[in-house]
């Protein structure tokens, strides 16, 4: 295990950017498109949800007291059944991480900056990420707690500017959803964000004191924040405006206007969007780093972080188009993800149930 630390407030920070990330740029408008609305309540169960799936990592971690969740792989499942759990968990950390810079490749070349490649996107990014995996976990709590004030201060100024153009009148009419029927058409959400939370066990153990509080906590503040977004986004834009992009927020940013003269404030938001996704790669490009290193017992990251590059941004490059990524978002990714933040996880508890009972049968018979 690394001898670093951080601390119960720098793994809050974490969780909370790590939920937050991109999901306030990709999620709403799909929401919205779903429960016009009532979108902003699908944040009440899908957090719940979150919350649930919270409780039963760190009561896992509890019967494994110390371990990442690759190691807890091989120490619950054995060297070879366990070792093949945990290269599972380290291609999905690698899939999320090519996921993450895709979702601000399509974002920069949709908006910003169509004629430049989309690879040049993904390549600096990657690189500022390996470096921050390089430099060790301390550095990346202590980047992000400096730069979630930013994140947020930025994003109460954008409230601010806009709050003139809330109308009350579009968040009506309310309450006409279909539970049962959003509930299937929302579980992606369950997904992404909550269920991708389970990389953050891999920095759990690094924590000093107070970590179980301070995921419960960062996955609440940042489920809330995500509702008071979403209802903030219907009442500025409405329903028919803001379910027809794949940025409502960027919307609101272009509409911004202070006098006569300050416009176009859209670079704020790509600001916010590059510090959010720095933030949730660095995470999880660490994870899968880390992930092999203790799986294969290697010492030095910098062999393992730089080819990592390469292979996140092939497999960034994966679907053709921003249509794809939402086709296989709404159909497939609550199924994919499931299987590693709810049933490897499950599977764990069991097999530390069956150990603890034959510890017990083994201390009575001796007695």
Same mark, same amino acid.
């Given at each position: 295990m690394e001898q670093v630390r951080i601390s119960s407030w720098q793994f809050? =920070? =974490? !969780?909370?950017?790590y939920v937050l990330g991109t $999901? #306030? #740029? =990709?999620?709403? /408008?799909g929401l919205i498109a779903i429960a016009k609305q009532d979108a902003w309540m699908i944040w009440t169960w899908t957090g719940a949800a979150g919350i649930a799936m919270v409780f039963l990592w760190v009561k896992m971690a509890e019967q494994y007291p110390q371990l990442t969740i690759v190691q807890i792989c091989t120490e619950a499942a054995g060297k070879w059944f /366990? /070792?093949?759990i945990a290269l599972l968990y380290i291609g999905f950390f690698t899939q999320l991480s090519s996921w993450i810079v895709r979702n601000l490749g399509d974002f920069m070349t !949709? $908006?910003?900056m169509p004629r430049t490649p989309i690879s040049v996107f993904h390549i600096m990014l990657l690189i500022v990420a390996c470096y921050a995996t390089i430099k060790g976990l301390e550095p990346i709590a202590r980047s992000n707690e400096m730069l979630t004030p930013i994140i947020m201060l930025t994003f109460l100024i954008i409230c601010f500017l806009m709050f003139p153009e809330w109308n009350t009148e579009r968040l009506q009419p309310a309450f006409r959803l279909n539970l049962l029927? $959003?509930?299937?058409?929302t579980r992606n959400i369950i997904a992404f964000p909550f269920m991708e939370t389970v990389t953050l066990m891999m920095v759990f153990p690094y924590v000093r004191k107070g970590r179980n509080r301070a995921l419960f906590m960062g996955v609440l503040i940042a489920a809330i924040i995500l509702c008071a977004i979403t209802l903030f986004m219907v009442g500025v834009l409405g329903? $028919?405006?803001?379910?027809h992009g794949t940025s409502p927020l960027f919307l609101i940013v272009q509409e911004i206007r202070i006098g006569p003269l300050i416009e176009h404030l859209e670079s704020s938001v790509t600001v916010i969007l590059l510090v959010a996704i720095f933030i949730k790669l660095s995470t999880t490009f660490y994870a899968a780093v880390l992930g092999i290193c203790q799986l294969f017992g290697l010492k030095d990251k910098t062999w393992v972080a730089v080819p990592l590059i390469l292979i996140i941004s092939s497999l960034s490059l994966a679907s053709e188009n921003v249509v794809e990524n939402i086709m296989w978002d709404s159909r497939y990714v609550f199924e994919y993800e499931i299987i590693y933040g709810l049933l490897f996880p499950m599977l764990f508890l069991v097999l530390?149930? #069956?150990r603890n009972r034959r510890k017990a049968k083994g201390a009575g018979? /001796? !007695?």
């Open positions: 809050y =920070l =974490l !969780s909370f950017m $999901t #306030f #740029f =990709l999620r709403p /408008g /366990g /070792g093949a !949709s $908006t910003l029927k $959003t509930i299937k058409e329903v $028919t405006r803001a379910s530390a149930w #069956f018979a /001796g !007695s």
